[in-house]
């Protein structure tokens, strides 16, 4: 049994009665570094965990029924984990002639649990704040829509705007998305993929998940209001989005975006919309920017300043 044992990995301990060791197999060389035959718990566990296996060992042999306990060796040997089983070993009159401790190591599976959990509270974190910039949608689409079937039918829009720039987050681990691919994954939901009516210049960065989420919403209102007053409403149309950093003052650059097209600026003066709500103030609240939007004659102008924390640059 002692030689089956040698090729498990688990640590079983034998003591008699007065908790002096009779024989042990696997037992770690930072533990002890010769062998523990005779020796008391004391002067071989890790001094962290002594004193409860030490009441746990004498509470079975009190009772003759199991205990089971988990604890943890210190930071010495970078404080491993480890399950601990402590059984009764009765003679044939049913005295108690010693205690069989069993013990395996948990450290793998601590670390995966507490990795689990990091993550399960990352998850409700951003599920939340994903509910609350839902919620705002659809306040402020309510806010401007004069049925429901218009209410309904922006509010979809929006919704699937902010799935497809999830779906990027999500494929990267939650990370973001780099500037490129979501301007290509708002366009293509109404332009196709191979369009190329809307074209950006200048640097690609790397948008944390908020940004994404966001700036995602402001594209997929330019390209709506495009598409119905704009450069995409009319035959060969054009829309030009560039992106600059701006590091002037000797801090942080600042990522500045800026959408130009040609439009007709009347109809969109003479309708009111959440589009504008959310360019101009949900959108560079929400990343601790500026913004400007300019309808001049036949021509709009939309510029949104993302501070440093947003982004990461090559």
Do not use: C
């Not at 989420?213 to 704009?230: D, Q, T």
């Not at 060969?236 to 097209?261: D, I, Y």
């Not at 003066?269 to 036949?298: C, I, N, W, Y």
């Amino acid at each position: 049994m002692l030689r089956a044992l040698r090729n498990t990995g688990i640590i079983v301990i034998y003591q008699t009665p007065d908790l002096r060791v009779q024989w042990g197999q696997n037992v770690p060389a930072e533990w002890s570094a010769d062998d523990i035959a005779g020796k008391v718990d004391n002067q071989f566990m890790p001094a962290a965990a002594i004193e409860r296996i030490v009441e746990r060992k004498r509470a079975v042999l009190a009772s003759g029924a199991p205990e089971m306990l988990e604890f943890r060796s210190g930071v010495d040997d970078g404080g491993r984990w480890y399950d601990m089983w402590i059984d009764a070993d009765t003679d044939d009159d049913g005295a108690i002639a010693g205690v069989v401790t069993t013990i395996v190591e948990i450290t793998e599976r601590k670390r995966r649990e507490q990795t689990l959990r990091t993550l399960l509270r990352e998850v409700s974190h951003r599920s939340k704040n994903l509910l609350a910039i839902i919620q705002s949608i659809a306040t402020q689409t309510g806010r401007y829509s004069s049925s429901i079937d218009t209410f309904l039918d922006r509010f979809r829009g929006r919704l699937q705007s902010l799935a497809s720039s999830q779906d990027l987050v999500t494929s990267s681990n939650w990370r973001g998305a780099m500037l490129s691919e979501l301007v290509e994954g708002q366009v293509a939901r109404y332009r196709g993929e191979v369009d190329d009516s809307v074209s950006l210049e200048g640097v690609d960065v790397y948008l944390n998940p908020n940004a994404a989420l966001h700036i995602g919403l402001a594209l997929h209102e330019l390209v709506v209001n495009s598409m119905s007053h704009g450069a995409l409403a009319r035959p060969n149309g054009h829309a030009r989005l560039t992106s600059s950093l701006n590091g002037a003052g000797g801090g942080a650059p600042t990522l500045v975006l800026v959408w130009s097209e040609r439009t007709n600026a009347v109809e969109m003066q003479d309708e009111k919309r959440f589009g504008s709500v959310a360019l101009e103030r949900v959108v560079p609240l929400s990343l601790d920017g500026k913004a400007e939007f300019h309808l001049e004659k036949d021509r709009l102008d939309y510029r949104l300043e993302v501070p440093a924390a947003n982004f990461e640059a090559d």
